[in-house]
């Protein structure tokens, strides 16, 4: 195991973020083994694509966004509650969905849905070449257009877990005859390790299909 001080950390992360810098000067398109990877594996992971600066901005902005969603959900007058057949409890309000941790009273929010209406630096991430380029790559389409956006919080502690599924099911059930058009980009705003409850991925199942259930 090897330590490292966070100034280091974020000393490596810019040089790494520098080095992706020219690598990427004339765009982010996928190269011909990330395409191949995409064919093979269903996904391309890429490093240090935004500098550790922009990163904490995204951070203090989702942390002020989430107290001021937090704020106006608790208030006596706010949205609508919904509590699902398994006891999850959703609520409307900021022009979005809420999930609030399943600890029983938790005012923990687990996810919101969509988000970018809440800030414009989130907002402008729709049309970041850094999104939006390898996402053409990706569909094979010369322009993709927002379909849905989602913040997923960890938080120690209570971060209740994100059980096994497959994101086409919830768009098919919402576009079935557009749902093949779909795909995810995620950007991880912390490092992701077992430790915090990184994301893992089941092995690959078979390419959807147009009309496939
Ligand atoms: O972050 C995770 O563990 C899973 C997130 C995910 O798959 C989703 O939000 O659809």
């Not at 890429?46 to 937090?70: K, Y």
């Not at 079935?176 to 991925?201: C, K, V, W, Y």
């Amino acid at each position: 195991m090897r330590a490292q001080t966070t100034d280091h950390r974020t000393q490596t992360t810019e040089a790494l973020f520098l080095r992706r810098a020219i690598k990427y000067k004339a765009g982010v398109r996928f190269d011909e083994h990330e395409r191949a990877a995409y064919g093979r594996d269903g996904f391309v992971l890429r490093h240090a694509m935004f500098s550790p600066a922009e990163i904490q901005a995204l951070c203090e902005t989702v942390e002020e966004v989430v107290a001021g969603v937090t704020r106006r959900a608790l208030q006596a007058d706010a949205g609508p509650e919904l509590r699902l057949a398994d006891g999850h409890r959703l609520q409307f309000s900021s022009r979005a969905v809420i999930q609030w941790e399943w600890r029983a009273g938790s005012q923990e929010v687990r996810l919101l849905e969509p988000f970018t209406h809440l800030h414009p630096r989130f907002a402008a991430l729709w049309t970041d070449l850094r999104f939006t380029q390898p996402m053409e790559d990706a569909l094979g389409t010369p322009e993709v257009a927002p379909y849905t956006c989602k913040l997923n919080l960890k938080r120690p502690r209570e971060g209740s877990e994100f059980p096994w599924h497959q994101d086409y099911t919830y768009w098919y059930a919402f576009t079935p005859q557009t749902a093949h058009e779909i795909a995810t980009a995620i950007l991880f705003l912390d490092d992701a390790s077992p430790a915090n409850g990184a994301i893992s991925r089941a092995a690959r199942l078979a390419p959807a299909r147009a009309g496939a259930a």
